[in-house]
Nanobody, 121 residues
Framework: QVQLVESGGGLVQAGGSLRLSCAAS????????MGWFRQRPGNEREFVAA????????NYADSVKDRFIISRDNAKKSLYLQMNSLKPEDTAVYYC??????????????WGQGTQVTVSS
């Protein structure tokens, strides 16, 4: 079992930045690929970014490419999402997940409880 807890969400104006963190506990963190997903009201959970076990390979949704940066620190068992140039359409609950590298939610076995990000216009 891997337990994941997100933090860092909040309210920010359009054009601003936020940094999300995800702290892992339980089983070893480093073997897992990690991902960030988000879910807007009335929408399905959608892929945001993923990073492989070493941090050497990343993948982003087109909607966040060049604005968001995913990173990890295996020594600290932590995952991060630096979000820049935020837009109102980035408003969602953001989830971190651990599992296999990919963009489908089904690739991930473990999920956090989510953190709300609200971007005002």
């Amino acid at each position: 079992q891997v337990q994941l807890v997100e933090s860092g969400g909040g309210l920010v104006q359009a054009g601003g930045s936020l940094r999300l963190s995800c702290a892992a506990s339980g089983r070893a963190f480093s073997p897992y690929a990690m991902g960030w997903f988000r879910q807007r009201p009335g929408n399905e959970r959608e892929f945001v970014a993923a990073i492989n076990w070493s941090g050497g390979i990343t993948n982003y949704a087109d909607s966040v490419k060049d604005r968001f940066i995913i990173s990890r620190d295996n020594a600290k068992k932590s995952l991060y999402l630096q979000m820049n140039s935020l837009k109102p359409e980035d408003t969602a609950v953001y989830y971190c997940a651990a599992g296999l590298f990919g963009y489908r939610p089904s690739a991930y076995n473990y999920w956090g409880q989510g953190t709300q990000v609200t971007v005002s216009s």
